[in-house]
Structure formats: structure tokens, C-alpha cells
């Protein structure tokens, strides 16, 4: 029975006229409101039982993107089992298992007291880039092959990833919004991948940046270090 109903029916006899009832039952309407509110509260709460637009929510308080791909059920059930999902925070197999999840690409590792990927020429690890940061002790650049510097370092490797070349002569306006260069790679693709390492890596560990292989076969780099990861 709703709140409205039994408002107007427990009313005393000389209430029980049709707009007395009108009346009591728009007080019970009120309560049923409230009633049911508390009750969505509630649900929303609940990753299992909260309405879809509450599952943005959740996800960000696990800190888990929803993939590209994911449907709200889909995404619902990785949530709920996000107690299992996030026991690999912090390690390479988490961080592997969330860079394939997104459907990007094929990743693999290379840190820099590890193997360099096997398509790689010359001395590994690579020679650092860019100025000098600000906080660093000791020689800049680490020169490539130097491990012992800076064995913290890693990268990133995309295989087989789902994006074409984009070059200077193709049309597109320096400042154009919505693609990159380099690639047809869109910033929001570009941010995904950078913000699941930034998650998901080893925090002693640091990404330097991400080797694209592109629908051509070529490959560009995203650097995510110093300023992104």
C-alpha cells in the first residue's frame, strides 16, 4: 500500500469526502516520494543494483575507466569484481591486462634492466630527452645503454594497434581539435592509454613513453614522461 492511500483511507469520516481525500492523499504523495528516494539512495550505493547513470560514479571512486567498447552491464560486472581486478594495481600483469582490455593495441613491457623489444636498434635503454628535470641528481642525460642510472625507467610497447598514419600534408590545420599528429589516433584514444599506465603502473617504476606500431607498420612515440606519468 502507498503512502497516498493510506493517507486518504485513515483519514476521520468527515475527511472521506472526495476532495478531503484529493487532499490527504497529496500529503501521502509527498511521503511516497520520500520514501522512494531513500530508496534509490540506497541503490545507488549498490554497484549491483544503482540505475546506469550511477555507474560513472563508482568508476571513478575504483579509479577504472570504462572501455571503449564496454556496455553498461558489461561495465556494471567489472565494477562489482573490481576488488579482484585491483588486487594487480601496481604490477605489470595488472597494467598488461588493462592496456590489452581497452582493445588498442597488443602491449608488451620493456623496463630498462630488461629486454629492449625485438624490433629495437642499438644500445637499450634509450638516452633520456628533453632538459634536465628540476629534481634530478646525477648526470643528464642518461646515456642509452646506461642502466644502472636510472633502472626505474620503462616503456611501453602497441602492437598491432587499430590506428593509420596522419601526416603534415593531409589536410589537417595546426590547432585542429580532434586528432593528433603522427597518427589518426584521437587525444581522447591518446589520454585512455595514458591515464590506464599512469593507474596501473608500479609506483617505483617510471614510463617514458609509449612505442605506437601503426596500420602501416611504422612507429611513432607518445612520451608520458616527465609531465603525464
Given at each position: ?34 520514501a522512494q528516494a531513500a ?113 626505474s625507467r620503462f616503456w ?66 607518445w612520451p608520458t614522461w616527465?609531465?603525464?606519468?
Amino acid at each position: 500500500m502507498t503512502y497516498k492511500q493510506f493517507q486518504a483511507d485513515s483519514a476521520p469520516p468527515a475527511l472521506q469526502d472526495g476532495r478531503w481525500r484529493a487532499l490527504t492523499g497529496t500529503l501521502g504523495d509527498a511521503k511516497d516520494a520520500a520514501a522512494q528516494a531513500a530508496r534509490d539512495a540506497a541503490k545507488a550505493g549498490l554497484v549491483g543494483d544503482c540505475p546506469d547513470d550511477a555507474l560513472g560514479h563508482h568508476a571513478r571512486e575504483r579509479s577504472l575507466e570504462r572501455l571503449p567498447t564496454e556496455t553498461a552491464a558489461q561495465h556494471r560486472a567489472r565494477l562489482v569484481a573490481a576488488a579482484t581486478a585491483l588486487e594487480l594495481v601496481g604490477t605489470e600483469a595488472g597494467l598488461l591486462a588493462a592496456l590489452t582490455a581497452i582493445g588498442y593495441g597488443t602491449p608488451t613491457i620493456h623496463t630498462a634492466i630488461g629486454a629492449a623489444p625485438p624490433w629495437w636498434v642499438g644500445a637499450w635503454p634509450p638516452e633520456s630527452e628533453g632538459n634536465r628535470p628540476p629534481s634530478w641528481v646525477g648526470a643528464w642525460p642518461v646515456l642509452a645503454g646506461d642502466v644502472s642510472s636510472w633502472p626505474s625507467r620503462f616503456w611501453v610497447n602497441l602492437e598491432n594497434t587499430v590506428w593509420g598514419n596522419e601526416t603534415w600534408n593531409g589536410g589537417r590545420a595546426w590547432g585542429e581539435a580532434g586528432f593528433t599528429w603522427g597518427s589518426n589516433a584521437t587525444p581522447a584514444q591518446v589520454q585512455l592509454v595514458k591515464r590506464v599506465i599512469k593507474r596501473w603502473r608500479p609506483a617505483h617504476c617510471v614510463c617514458i613513453g609509449v612505442f605506437v606500431e601503426l596500420t602501416t607498420g611504422t612507429r611513432i612515440f607518445w612520451p608520458t614522461w616527465p609531465h603525464e606519468v
